[in-house]
């Protein structure tokens, strides 16, 4: 449980640089969603613990995790939307070889619960430079820029 919503943030690199799914989805209510960025969604804390302790003993073994932007907005007294960036580096590929640099934004839904805020919705989006949408193919998907230069 957080004191403040604008502890997200740190709190979710301090569980993820410890390789700690539990901590990690300690900041969730047992009934919170969380959606990765490949949309496989996770319907409670459980489901959030399993997934991320085991990519944080996996492909996440060696990643870093830093903190960018954050930007909070109230939605009442009880409740705050926190956008948070955060970058990624260090992550294993399927052959075992370190991936590139990965900026994602994070979407969190804080509520007020007894004495701290726990998230109860999460929704993380890798950011794509120079993509504005995906185009599905026969090969899969493909970012697509239709902006004019």
């Known amino acids: 449980m957080l ?15 410890a390789r700690d799914g539990a901590a990690l989805a300690a900041l969730f209510a047992e009934d919170a969603d969380f959606v990765n960025v490949v ?8 489901a959030i613990a399993k997934a991320h302790d085991y990519a944080l003993k996996s492909f996440f073994s060696r990643s870093t995790l830093v903190l960018g932007k954050a930007k ?10 926190v956008h948070q ?10 052959t075992g070889t370190e991936t590139g640099r990965r900026a994602t934004l994070m979407s969190v839904v804080l509520e007020r619960r007894g004495g701290g805020w726990l998230a109860v919705s999460a929704h993380n989006t890798d950011i794509v430079p120079g993509a504005e949408t995906h185009v599905a193919t026969a090969a899969g998907l493909n970012t697509a820029d239709y902006r004019a230069e």
């Open 72 to 81: 909070l907005r109230p939605l009442g007294d009880d409740v705050v939307l």
């Open 39 to 46: 949309g496989l969604w996770w319907e409670d804390r459980a």
């Open 85 to 94: 960036r955060f970058i990624l580096t260090g992550q294993l590929s399927p």
């Open 3 to 17: 004191a403040q919503p604008q502890d997200f943030g740190q709190a979710f690199v301090d569980a993820w640089m």
